[in-house]
Each structure stands twice: as structure tokens, then as C-alpha cells.
């Protein structure tokens, strides 16, 4: 295992949500990232948006305003978030939030890209 591999599996020392329940910011021994509730929602790790391949993956629209309701330990090795629009069967593993924090611009822009090759909006 090389040290990223090794880095990535490092539990966060802090997840803390935002007063208006918007943002996560997920604070690591060497970095921290803020991640809006957004983004997480439509790069939830769930079956629901991943699919069970990646041609079955969704592209979720219409999720600017969601909120994050409820933030749930799962184990010692992730979080479940559940959010304002009723979804709740994304386990964010350490390694996971990591990720988005460190590739959140270019996995943003994919996702700003991909809602506008299929008509969608981030509004409702």
C-alpha cells in the first residue's frame, strides 16, 4: 500500500455541518475540505445514483437547495448522510469524502457537464 492508499484510509479528525446545513467540512490529520450538500448529494456512493455499474449511473438534477437532516456513524470506517429530499442510502466512507475533497473541482465540473448533455437543471 502506497502512502496516498494509506492516507485515504485515515479516519477524519472532525465532520462538521454547517449552521444552515449546506455545507460539510471534513477535517483530515494533513488537510481539510468543504463539501457542499449538493455535491454530495449527487455523487452519493448509494446504488441509487452509482448504479450497480457505472453505465447504470444517474445524473442527479434539480438538488441546489437540498440539505444535509442528519449525519449517522456507520462502524468506525464511514457516515451515512441523510438528506432534506428524503435520500438516505449513501455510505460515505473515509476514503470516499477524501476523494471529493481532493478531485471535488474536477468531479464538479463533470457533473456541471453531464447535466447539461442530458437538459437538466441544478433547480427543481
Known amino acids: 500500500m502506497n502512502q496516498q492508499d494509506q492516507s485515504a484510509t485515515v479516519h477524519p479528525e472532525e465532520i ?7 455545507q460539510l467540512t471534513v477535517t483530515f490529520p494533513d488537510a481539510t475540505y468543504t463539501l457542499t450538500a449538493e455535491m454530495l448529494r449527487v455523487t452519493s456512493p448509494s446504488a441509487e445514483v452509482q448504479g450497480h455499474s457505472p453505465s447504470e449511473r444517474v445524473t442527479v438534477g434539480g438538488k441546489r437547495d437540498v440539505k444535509i437532516t442528519r449525519i449517522e456513524p456507520v462502524g468506525n470506517y464511514a457516515v ?3 438528506f ?3 435520500h438516505d442510502t449513501g455510505i460515505f466512507s473515509w476514503s ?4 471529493l475533497g481532493v478531485e ?4 464538479w465540473q463533470q457533473y456541471l457537464n453531464e447535466l ?3 437538459g437538466l437543471s441544478r433547480d427543481k
Open 116 to 118: 447539461a448533455e442530458k
Open 104 to 107: 471535488r473541482d474536477e468531479i
Open 80 to 82: 451515512k448522510l441523510v
Open 16 to 22: 462538521r455541518l454547517n449552521p444552515d446545513k449546506d
Open 84 to 86: 432534506s429530499d428524503g
Open 96 to 99: 470516499y469524502l477524501r476523494k
